[in-house]
């Protein structure tokens, strides 16, 4: 165990600690409302970043409403989308059953989604369609599974639907990280059947890690085909390490 790994723990156990204690400051405050659920978030996303020593680098405007759909290396893209902008995220239902992140995620306003249950993607949608209409945006990954970075898989219409239906703006995000002495993005990507505490530990032993973070334009959308082959293009063209916003 190195000292940097220790260090980074002990400041990401105070960092987590410190999110439950200013959620509960501002329950107490008042109700808390989506839209503050969406600020804790972002608030708790910066300070857990800082533990585990990720910088990130931002080009693009934030959307502050409407759909916001991204490519998905590991859990570490939810901090970093975020810490960027405050939103709503579209998950994978098994992460309300992990140990403090599923109260974190239910915390800040995360929508739940059983894959491959159609019941469960109307449900989804129906609550992608009230969120849609706040001025806060909702961030989908819609590859449907974080990858090892190689390629952006294809992505699935069905939840852009509630955007299309809405007339809402859909804006292109792409990740991309970064590791000093030419390490790999794949290192660092969480993908497949690997375990979460170990890819964690190594996220905490790694020197130099830091993310780019690049927002493309908000478009509306008439059909789910176009706004999905034309995101999935802008997305795998600002992947690029030469692109430019």
Known sequence: MSLRT???????????????????????????????RAVWLQRSSRRVLGSLGIRVSVEGRPPQRGLI????????????????APCFFVSKAEIDRWPYFGWAARAGGTIFIVRGNRASAEVTAAEMARRLKLDVPVLL????????????????????????????????????????????????????????????WKALGTAGFSAELRFGEPRVYADRRAAAAETHAEVEAMRKPSAKI
């Open 141 to 200: 990954f819609p590859e449907g599974t974080s990858t090892d970075g190689n390629r952006v898989r294809r992505f699935h219409l069905r939840l852009m639907q509630p955007a299309i239906d809405a007339e809402a703006p859909i804006t292109a995000a792409a990740v991309r990280y970064r590791i000093e002495g030419g390490i790999p993005e794949r290192e660092l990507c969480w993908f497949g059947d690997a375990p979460f505490l170990p890819h964690l």
């Open 6 to 36: 220790l260090r980074r723990a002990v400041a990401l156990g105070f960092a987590l600690t410190a999110c439950v204690l200013d959620y509960w400051r501002m329950s107490l405050r008042g109700p808390m409302t989506l839209e503050r």
């Open 69 to 84: 759909v991204s490519n998905h290396l590991s859990y570490l893209d939810i901090l970093i989308l975020s810490a960027a």
